[in-house]
């Protein structure tokens, strides 16, 4: 790969190092990653365009030496990006907030309809299990409770009265852990409304942290004021919904994960619930709230 980047990027790389779908690697003490690209192309001409608007709020995209920004070695197409600022810093929901950057074009990067994307994606994964779960003893346990979150968050979702909401530069997932690295790359960019990224946040948060540190961030979040009343409902109904169990699911059934890997949320399912049910009660004081019997 050291060749290809000389020939192709006309640099020459330090301290090459293979990662997953990426190569890192130093120019002048300037630190570089080489991702594979893995989302369709209509979709980088998407992100690119947002990127181009936006040149400040990103990792730098750097284009190859005929000027475009997508390169193939070996069959496979890749991107270059050069980190700016630390890879690691910690992020949190301040970041967050402050980096909210509205966007009002049309785009196939739109991922906001949320009840016809969970719909496809349970129906998709009811699918794999059934074909690949039978290795794995831990998924085919806990799968049912997870599809159930998910069935409630959907007719939680339908229920809501939907008004047009404006769109943000939002991400595919907020990175767990959050560093910077992750949340400047461009190539994690969608547009969704924005309590998306809130709710991917503290999701991947709450197992990793203490419970009560993640109330303070929440209620971090209610005394800012910001969110419409519709807007705490969706962020209340994107917490009902396990994309943190799914996303596992997947690297499980399709690349091997470990499944012993899936105890971490499963471990903390009541204290999950319980946390649930303490942002109702908070975001019931900003808004009317859909009742969950179950679970309020």
């Known amino acids: 790969m050291k060749n290809a980047i000389i020939f192709f990027y006309n640099i020459e790389p330090t301290e090459l190092q293979e990662k997953k779908n990426a190569y890192s690697f130093y120019v002048d003490y300037e630190k570089y990653y080489l991702y594979k690209l893995m989302r369709p192309k209509s979709d980088i001409d998407a992100m690119l365009k947002i990127v181009n608007s936006h040149p400040k709020s990103f990792h730098k995209i750097i284009p190859n030496r005929i000027g475009e920004p997508t390169t193939k070695i070996e069959n496979a197409y890749y991107i270059l990006i050069k980190i700016l600022g630390p890879e690691h810093s910690e992020i949190d929901i301040r970041d967050i907030l402050l980096n909210e950057i509205p966007y009002d074009e049309a785009s196939v990067l739109d991922r906001s309809n949320w009840g016809a994307l969970w719909s496809e994606k ?10 690949l779960a039978a290795p794995h003893p831990i998924i085919k346990k806990s799968f049912s409770y997870y599809v159930g979150l998910a ?21 595919r997932r907020i990175p767990d852990p959050p560093i910077s690295l992750d949340f400047y790359n461009p190539l994690n960019l969608i547009l969704d409304i924005r309590v998306r990224d809130i709710a991917s946040y503290y999701k991947i948060q709450f197992f990793n942290e203490d419970f009560d540190r993640m109330l303070k961030e929440v209620d ?41 890997s899936a105890l971490k949320y499963i471990e903390k399912i009541s204290q999950y619930e319980k946390f649930l049910n303490e942002i109702w009660h908070r975001f019931s004081k900003k808004s009317s709230m859909i009742k969950i019997d179950w679970l309020i």
């Open 122 to 131: 349970v129906d998709y994964l009811e699918y794999q299990v059934s074909e």
């Open 151 to 171: 069935e409630n968050a959907i007719t939680y979702y339908n229920l809501l009265n939907h008004e047009k909401l404006p769109l943000y530069i939002s991400h």
């Open 220 to 260: 971090l979040l209610i005394e800012k004021d910001i969110l419409s009343p519709l807007e705490y409902n969706l962020l209340f109904c994107r917490m009902l919904y396990p994309s943190y169990y799914f996303d596992l699911l997947s690297q499980i059934l399709e690349k091997d994960e470990d499944e012993q």
